[in-house]
């Protein structure tokens, strides 16, 4: 376990950021959230079953002169999002609590906008936040802009937590997941736990989602995806209102009829994807993580 402390304010975050073999993003990440002047955060990554450097990377960076906040860096020897997500939280006990996937951009300063508009888990406040979401389209292939045209214009796109890559919790909000099981979708089980007028999208607070770059890689991070959303709907923690239905796209395409070419490649790769998720389902494998490598850009490694 690597730490770097000194005398700081206290942070207004604590920041759970799972990691596995993300040596290529986890510099970028790291350093845009510590090296704030004015922000200090508590940021926990935990390196789980890596075969690549990613803790020597995300060391280098905790010890690198920066901001206010600290970087613990823990080492898990197997491999697994929810069991990583367990020990970050063992490891912090700052709230509001944030947990970042380690292939987004985000700034201290939109964790910050998002741990504000949790008040502090009030009464009659948001129990759930996440940031506005940015997915670039450059040197991507077509097939997968359009697929994304469509994707960020559906309402539960918009409005639900899912798909960000960030979602902040309040203590009280923290406490209610504690006893839902753990998911393949686990950010998509986080947002449904909340009623809509329980979780918000922060105004101000930005996350860069990077897409596949080719239709290959979509297909494979869908198919993830749609087996996630069935391991949900198997145990009741999706609602209807978080599905995606033909009447939806054929509303979308209504409301703008030059997107039917772009809401077709929508469908093709969504029915692919359930078809291939549907293998999974039948062996009860909800573990897999197809994982997209197009998007993962190498990042700039710290000095020393």
């Known amino acids: 376990m690597t730490t770097r402390s000194a005398d700081r304010p206290g942070p207004v975050a604590g920041v759970v950021v799972p990691a596995h073999d993300e040596e290529?993003?986890?510099?970028?990440?790291?350093?845009?959230?510590?090296?704030?002047?004015?922000?200090?955060?508590?940021?926990?990554?935990?390196?789980?079953g890596c075969a690549d450097r990613t803790a020597d990377v995300a060391r280098r960076v905790a010890l690198a002169p920066g901001g206010l906040s600290t970087v613990t860096v823990v080492?898990?020897?197997?491999?697994?999002k929810p069991g990583a997500l367990r020990r970050g939280d063992e490891a912090t006990a700052t709230f509001p609590r944030v947990y970042v996937d380690a292939d987004v951009e985000i700034t201290?300063?939109?964790?910050?906008?998002?741990?504000?508009?949790?008040?502090?888990?009030?009464d009659g406040g948001p129990l759930a936040a996440g940031p506005e979401r940015q997915v670039p389209r450059d040197g991507v292939d077509w097939p997968v802009r359009w697929y994304y045209d469509v994707w960020e214009r559906l309402p539960q796109v918009r409005d639900g937590l899912f798909g960000r890559g960030v979602v902040?919790?309040?203590?009280?909000?923290?406490?209610?997941?504690?006893?839902?099981?753990?998911?393949?979708?686990?950010?998509?089980?986080?947002?449904?736990?909340?009623?809509?007028a329980e979780r918000v999208i922060v105004p101000g607070a930005?996350?860069?989602?990077?897409?596949?770059?080719?239709?290959?890689?979509?297909v494979r991070r869908r198919v993830r995806v749609a087996t996630g959303n069935a391991q949900a709907d198997g145990a009741g923690l999706r609602g209807a209102a978080a599905t995606t239905?033909?009447?939806?796209?054929?509303?979308?395409?209504?409301?703008?009829?030059?997107?039917?070419?772009k809401a077709g490649v929508f469908l093709a790769v969504a029915l692919v994807a359930r078809a291939r998720?549907?293998?999974a389902v039948r062996r009860g494998d909800?573990?897999?993580?197809?994982?997209?490598?197009?998007?993962?850009?190498?990042?700039?490694?710290?000095?020393?």
């Not at 930005?206 to 979509?218: A, E």
């Not at 490598?293 to 710290?302: K, V, Y």
């Open 168 to 196: 902040a919790l309040s203590a009280k909000g923290h406490a209610r997941l504690r006893g839902l099981p753990s998911m393949l979708s686990d950010d998509l089980v986080m947002s449904e736990a909340f009623t809509p």
């Open 286 to 304: 909800f573990r897999t993580w197809l994982r997209d490598e197009s998007s993962r850009a190498p990042a700039p490694l710290p000095p020393g």
């Open 245 to 261: 239905s033909p009447g939806m796209l054929a509303r979308l395409v209504r409301e703008r009829p030059s997107s039917a070419p």
């Open 108 to 122: 201290a300063a939109s964790i910050a906008a998002l741990a504000a508009a949790l008040d502090g888990g009030l």
């Open 75 to 80: 080492e898990l020897a197997a491999a697994g």
């Open 277 to 279: 998720a549907r293998r």
């Open 206 to 218: 930005v996350v860069v989602v990077r897409p596949p770059r080719t239709l290959r890689d979509l």
């Open 24 to 48: 290529r993003t986890i510099a970028r990440l790291l350093s845009a959230l510590t090296s704030d002047p004015d922000i200090a955060l508590e940021v926990v990554v935990v390196c789980n």
